[in-house]
DNA sequence: TTGTTCTTGTTAATTATTCGACAAGAACTC
DNA sequence: GAGTTCTTGTCGAATAATTAACAAGAACAA
């Protein structure tokens, strides 16, 4: 454990990115389990990437494991952790509670694990009142205000595409650093906003392509 | 028009997979606005991609464009639906009916491009005999004799993680060829089953990552 | 102990992807 | 209709990502 990582500083890959996150949630398992240990071998067979890769994306962030041993899968799980920057609370702004928003309100999965829904929005005169995720839905003439007034770290986009574009101009003037985007639309944003896309339909369509592909 | 596409047949790569519904969306925005023709270099001006990786990707299904013109929107389009796969029609099956499966349930734009939910099944008691999106709430102990009676293009996972390898494991037994899975888990499944993933905590820890990486 | 088995972090080679540049040729201008 | 402007599809160079191989060293067995 003396090594550091030969590659701490250096741009983290894309793919890299994309599979922490999967690493964090096999760990979790792994841990809730009760499993002490793991090799990248056994990790790689479990989540269907090479051990090598597993290796080369963790050196990005220093040594964790120890030879002729692997990996104490509760040490790796607190370093990818913090890797991710799960040691600290997101405070979350969600603009759109239909069926969607609903769904993304109501699932305590991103609570747990520090992403809390502090105010919901919308449009629509017949929602605003209701609550929802433990928040009164509120009128979306009143998010100006309510970012002026409280630290937001993430705007969720849960809102047909025609109100994409005008909901996460709000957020970026109201100084919202990244924004997590459910509207079927790509959102224009000066540089340092951090967008991430989820577009349902996008993945559908991917899924035909690659049936497509084949046969 | 009539030269043939340099690459065709050649093997896709995954970046092109996740563009190509991105041109989808916005080719078919551009329809709806009435706007005719577009270039490459508008293209990636609009998706904050290069212009020469627009017309590298389209090159691997032939040639869309024309020298000093650029491409028809609507020509355009139509060989995009084409490459997609959209010409037809898929049938599709969702198993869970609580927050999620209900707002996948009732997104008109699925059915809208082709793609039909047929069934919709869930463990809980309360839940069978309910309406979702159109279908009645089946027990789940009835998937495996619905998927000898019917042809199922796409088998939707929507349920907490223990479920879904069980779920799966249904799914493939039952012969469904593909496999939309939103519950939080990697699947095991057989090289000939394709699996596209849609888990949005890894998407939202992505977005941390993010916004860790930089200050 | 001593030797064998594991398994890491790193390197170098391989493979894959992106991008700038340009010839070819259509569209547009006057 | 002659010349200029555009824009494509493709090539090769540059960049990026993945993987196989291996030295170093810990764990384990006898």
């Not at 790689?44 to 964790?64: H, K």
């Not at 509120?138 to 409280?150: H, I, T």
Request: proline share 4%.
């Amino acid at each position: 454990m003396t090594l550091r990582g030969r590659r701490k500083g250096e741009a983290v890959p894309q793919g890299v990115v994309v599979r922490l996150p999967i690493y964090f949630r096999y760990l979790t398992e792994l841990e809730s389990a009760g499993v002490e240990r793991i090799s990248s071998a056994q990790l790689g067979e479990a989540l269907d990437f090479t051990a090598a890769q597993i290796r080369s994306d963790l050196s990005y962030f220093g040594s964790f494991g120890q030879q002729g041993y692997g990996y104490n899968v509760s040490e790796l799980l607190h370093q990818v952790k913090q890797i991710l920057g799960l040691q600290r609370v997101y405070s979350m702004v969600l603009v759109g509670a239909g069926n969607l928003g609903k769904a993304i309100g109501s699932y305590e999965g991103f609570r747990k694990r520090g992403f809390d829904i502090k105010a919901v929005f919308d449009i629509d005169p017949h929602l605003i009142g209701n609550h929802h995720a433990g928040c009164v839905i509120r009128s979306l003439d009143e998010l100006p205000k309510y970012l002026e007034e409280n630290q937001v770290d993430i705007g969720i986009i849960a809102t047909p595409k025609e109100a994409g574009q005008s909901i996460c101009d709000l957020f970026v003037q109201g100084g919202v650093p990244s924004i997590w985007n459910f509207s079927p639309t790509h959102l224009n944003t000066p540089d340092e906003v951090i967008v991430e896309d989820m577009h349902l339909t996008d993945s559908l369509l991917r899924l035909a392509f690659r049936m497509n592909e084949r046969g």
